[in-house]
């Protein structure tokens, strides 16, 4: 095996390490001393820091063991992969063929799952589908050629344990590099809490607006008043309130419980990557969290959009971008200042943020942004381009509804107490960066942007449409695909070798992020043009997105809504490729 | 058995209502994309997507202090179990006063949701201490309203004919994330009078309350507030018999708590 050590940044001197020490209880992560499990630790994993240390080469050990670590100021245990969290980065080189030997010293099965990976489907540890998972106390081995490059992620496929720790980064490193940097940081973006996560999923099954402190108040309803009129301000809530919508339900778990971290380190702990002025810095950003969005910007920088789900794009150049659960972002940045720039990630529903910095030299720091105004789901939100309209111009019949998408519901999402609403007329504009971005001033990435370099990866036209309307009732918690949560549902059967489009219409007021295990997922623009490559979908609320697919690796494979707790709800669903 | 017999076809009667009310239009799509694939799934795909989950409440246990200047304390508390869909609600509704239990309502209810935001709610209900004790089959419904206003209706059969209606509506006011004020409208009616328990027929009683509660925690808000209780026609009636009040102004101080 060979060994890459961890880039000279990645090791401050000795007086930050001190500081850092000193702060842990501020945030950082401490992890207990000798628990991380050596023999397994593919030998000179560096003890001193919590950054994810990495491993390169084709063969690799990796244990997932409780370790203890200390997050948040209170002492508690995360599943960690090699005693590292997240578990150390792995490096890859494409068309090699790498061997992994996972070891469970958990007391429940586990298992790990390579995000994005092309691989047979026996490879790729979703229990139940792939195989049976990992038992406590045994080793499994995946074997597998590598046939992609670029920046994927790993994760336990198992219970809630993505909640608790077992995640860590890929980075393939192609053939040949189309974006040249000097400098190379993975920015694995993630979600902690204390709690146990199946406590947190039995909380959002009693009161679902538990972890929401963003509720509207009455205080709210009195300033609206004043500046509308009471009947303004309660027109203004009128629909919402009929529906008994929530306009700020914008996640589920929140940072009312959540600590975001950044490459393992909270705020305080300020995850520092190196350069100096001039270089080119490439940031692998990874949402590696379980149920978080992040809005990631570095203010005083261009980022540059080099990659999406490890696809190359043809660069963008933005301010900042939306990263949803399960998406990766390569960003190639150029400071040219001799100063610190803040990397700032603040979540979604803006109850708190994940925080770095590049720095040309250890232990210093650039000024960290307020979080923007807590944002507020819209009418187009709620009713697609029905409420588009509403927005933009007033309603009249000579309006022209030729040219819109008419969703087709299943049976199953009438009658059904597990859909609280569906949206008849989606939306289906990729250029809208999401709520809470519209309008902020900022050139924001949004999916219409993305052009993959690497073109379809099939010639053929979709020869059928399978259209899945993302559901659920944010009141009782519950969620699925065309009202049929897992358990209620048929698996989805694509023929070996079939190219079909996949339809997404999103009848909830949520994001969610879609992702489809063993093949790629081509997103498409309105008109049914394939423009990026990606392995996660995101449909924003009342949303149309299509994607098309060839179904060339045969086997059973997982399909999901990547937010932990809405999969473990129910939004899941089987594809039987045969 | 006749009143187990009605209840079931009611019960029959609000589930069909409620699927009537949105039921899929002629054109509406096959959810099933199988192709004919069997339908079983895997072992050792533990998805809890019809777990079971519990949850006990403590609604409202508080003492109260009236303007005769009588003090009191009151209860009211549930629990259930289930999955998303069909639960088992136990509820228990009780009037304390000098150390006594005046009164004392429990029921135990199958719950089962009939729309994104309603519940059918059946079973029975046992009226103890305070009188001779009453059994009733019950059959309501349990729900958000629109504009936010939790609301329990439930309709009760009893023995020798005996009928009975209750209605329960509160809404949460916030003032801060955790500041919140909760008005709450409760009224009993009863079909025919039972003066052994100091009821009579047509609307018996309400209560009018607004408590301002402070969440220290998410689950665990202490309470401070008023509540008017009103008695009328032959309740009242029979009351004043008694030499009971028929309405009192209170102060309350209580804890709502849930875990």
């Given at each position: 095996m060979t060994i890459r050590r961890p880039p000279r940044a990645l090791h401050p001197a000795n007086p930050a390490r001190r500081h850092f020490v000193q702060q842990l209880a501020l945030g950082g992560a401490a992890f207990a001393l000798g628990s991380a499990p050596r023999r397994a630790c593919a030998g000179a994993l560096e003890q001193q820091a919590p950054q994810p240390g990495t491993l390169a080469g084709t063969d690799f050990d990796l244990v997932i063991a409780p370790t203890a670590v200390n997050l948040t100021g209170h002492a508690s245990i995360a599943h960690t992969v090699n005693g590292q969290l997240p578990g150390p980065t792995l490096r890859w080189r494409e068309g090699s063929t790498v061997t992994l030997r996972v070891t469970n010293r958990l007391a429940v099965p586990t298992s790990i799952h390579w995000h994005g990976i092309r691989l047979p489907a026996d490879m790729d540890g979703v229990p139940g589908f792939s195989f049976e998972g990992i038992a406590p106390g045994e080793t499994f081995t995946y074997r597998f050629p590598v046939k992609q490059s670029g920046t994927y992620w790993y994760?336990?496929?198992?219970?809630?344990?993505?909640?608790?720790?077992?995640?860590?980064?890929?980075?393939?490193?192609?053939?040949?590099?189309r974006n040249v940097a000097e400098r190379d940081y993975v920015v694995m973006l993630s979600d902690w809490t204390d709690l146990d996560p199946e406590r947190v999923f039995a909380i959002l099954k009693q009161h679902s607006a538990y972890f929401n402190m963003n509720q509207p108040t009455v205080?709210?309803?009195?300033?609206?008043?004043?500046?509308?009129?009471?009947?303004?301000?309660?027109?203004?809530?009128?629909?919402?309130?009929?529906?008994?919508?929530?306009?700020?339900?914008l996640v589920d778990v929140t940072g009312f419980t959540y600590t975001y971290l950044m490459n393992g380190l909270a705020p305080a702990g300020n995850w520092t990557g190196l350069f100096k002025p001039h270089e080119r810095v490439r940031l692998r950003f990874i949402n590696g969290s379980a149920n978080s969005y992040f809005d990631v910007r570095i203010p005083g920088l261009k980022l540059s959009v080099i990659a999406?789900?490890?696809?190359?794009?043809?660069?963008?150049?933005?301010?900042?971008?939306?990263?949803?659960?399960?998406?990766?972002?390569?960003?190639?940045?150029?400071?040219?200042?001799?100063?610190?720039?803040?990397?700032?990630?603040q979540s979604m529903d803006r109850s708190g943020?994940?925080?770095?910095?590049?720095?040309?030299?250890?232990?210093?720091?650039?000024?960290?942004?307020?979080?923007?105004?807590?944002?507020?789901?819209?009418?187009?939100?709620?009713?697609?381009?029905?409420?588009?309209?509403?927005?933009?111009?007033?309603?009249?019949?000579?309006?022209?509804?030729?040219?819109?998408?008419?969703?087709?519901?299943?049976?199953?999402?009438?009658?059904?107490?597990?859909?609280?609403?569906?949206?008849?007329?989606?939306?289906?504009?990729?250029?809208?960066?999401?709520?809470?971005?519209?309008?902020?001033?900022?050139?924001?990435?949004?999916?219409?942007?993305?052009?993959?370099?690497?073109?379809?990866?099939?010639?053929?036209?979709?020869?059928?449409?399978?259209?899945?309307?993302?559901?659920?009732?944010?009141?009782?918690?519950?969620?699925?695909?065309?009202?049929?949560?897992?358990?209620?549902?048929?698996?989805?059967?694509?023929?070996?070798?079939?190219?079909?489009?996949?339809?997404?219409?999103?009848?909830?007021?949520?994001n969610h992020p879609i992702h489809l295990h063993g093949v790629f997922s081509e997103l498409e623009d309105e008109h049914g043009v394939v423009i990026a490559r990606k392995h996660t979908i995101n449909v924003q609320p009342a949303q149309r997105v299509s994607y098309a697919l060839t179904a060339?690796?045969?086997?059973?494979?997982?399909?999901?809504?990547?937010?932990?707790?809405?999969?473990?709800?129910?939004?899941?669903r089987e594809v039987v490729v045969a | 058995m006749r009143a187990l017999a009605a209840l079931a076809a009611l019960i029959g009667i609000g589930c069909q209502c409620a699927q009537a009310a949105d039921s899929a239009p002629p054109g509406a799509r096959s959810p099933d994309y199988s192709g004919g694939l069997p339908g079983e799934h895997p072992r050792g795909m533990d998805m809890p997507d019809d777990a079971a989950f519990a949850m006990l409440?403590?609604?409202?246990?508080?003492?109260?202090?009236?303007?005769?200047?009588?003090?009191?304390?009151?209860?009211?508390?549930?629990?259930?179990?289930?999955?998303?869909?069909?639960?088992?609600w136990?509820?228990?509704?009780?009037?304390?006063?000098?150390?006594?239990?005046?009164?004392?309502?429990?029921?135990?209810?199958?719950?089962?949701?009939?729309?994104?935001?309603?519940?059918?709610?059946?079973?029975?209900?046992?009226?103890?201490?305070?009188?001779?004790?009453?059994?009733?089959?019950?059959?309501?419904?349990?729900?958000?309203?629109?504009?936010?206003?939790?609301?329990e209706l439930t309709?009760?059969?009893?023995?020798?004919?005996?009928?009975?209606?209750?209605?329960?509506?509160?809404?949460?006011?916030?003032?801060?994330?955790?500041?919140?004020?909760?008005?709450?409208?409760?009224?009993?009616?009863?079909?025919?009078?039972?003066?052994?328990?100091?009821?009579?027929?047509?609307?018996?009683?309400?209560?009018?309350?607004?408590?301002?509660?402070?969440?220290?925690?998410?689950?665990?808000?202490?309470?401070?507030?008023?509540?008017?209780?009103?008695?009328?026609?032959?309740?009242?009636?029979?009351?004043?018999?008694?030499?009971?009040?028929?309405?009192?102004?209170?102060?309350?101080?209580?804890?709502?708590a849930w875990l």
């Open positions: 994760h336990s496929h198992s219970g809630f344990q993505e909640q608790n720790g077992p995640y860590g980064s890929l980075v393939i490193e192609p053939a040949v590099e205080g709210e309803f009195l300033r609206d008043s004043s500046a509308l009129g009471v009947r303004g301000a309660l027109q203004a809530r009128a629909m919402w309130n009929r529906m008994r919508m929530n306009p700020r339900d999406a789900d490890g696809q190359d794009l043809h660069p963008v150049e933005v301010d900042e971008f939306r990263i949803a659960a399960a998406e990766t972002y390569d960003v190639l940045v150029q400071p040219h200042e001799d100063r610190a720039y803040t990397i700032f990630a943020h994940a925080r770095g910095t590049l720095a040309p030299r250890p232990g210093m720091t650039a000024a960290v942004p307020a979080v923007d105004a807590v944002p507020t789901l819209s009418m187009l939100d709620m009713m697609g381009a029905m409420g588009g309209m509403a927005h933009d111009q007033p309603m009249d019949g000579a309006m022209d509804m030729g040219g819109m998408f008419h969703a087709h519901h299943a049976t199953t999402e009438y009658g059904n107490p597990g859909v609280d609403m569906r949206v008849d007329m989606p939306r289906t504009n990729l250029d809208d960066p999401g709520v809470g971005l519209r309008g902020n001033g900022r050139r924001v990435l949004s999916y219409a942007d993305l052009r993959s370099v690497d073109g379809p990866a099939d010639a053929r036209a979709p020869g059928r449409d399978i259209e899945l309307h993302l559901t659920g009732n944010m009141e009782r918690f519950t969620w699925s695909f065309d009202g049929q949560k897992y358990s209620q549902a048929r698996p989805i059967r694509f023929g070996l070798d079939e190219r079909l489009r996949i339809v997404l219409v999103n009848d909830t007021m949520m060339d690796s045969p086997g059973r494979w997982a399909y999901h809504c990547h937010l932990l707790y809405h999969m473990q709800a129910g939004m899941f | 409440l403590v609604d409202q246990l508080e003492a109260a202090h009236d303007n005769h200047g009588d003090n009191s304390q009151f209860l009211d508390a549930g629990f259930w179990y289930g999955t998303d869909f069909d639960k088992l136990l509820k228990a509704e009780g009037d304390f006063a000098a150390r006594h239990v005046d009164d004392l309502r429990s029921e135990a209810l199958w719950d089962h949701a009939i729309s994104p935001w309603w519940s059918l709610q059946a079973g029975v209900r046992e009226d103890s201490a305070g009188g001779p004790s009453r059994t009733w089959a019950a059959l309501g419904v349990r729900g958000l309203a629109p504009y936010w206003l939790a609301t309709g009760y059969i009893g023995e020798s004919g005996r009928s009975s209606a209750r209605l329960q509506v509160e809404y949460d006011a916030r003032f801060t994330q955790r500041l919140v004020l909760q008005p709450r409208l409760e009224a009993t009616l009863y079909g025919k009078p039972d003066p052994q328990r100091e009821i009579g027929a047509g609307l018996s009683s309400t209560e009018l309350g607004l408590r301002l509660r402070y969440e220290l925690k998410r689950k665990f808000a202490p309470y401070l507030g008023l509540a008017w209780r009103q008695r009328y026609g032959g309740t009242a009636d029979l009351n004043r018999t008694a030499g009971n009040s028929t309405s009192e102004m209170q102060i309350v101080l209580g804890l709502h």
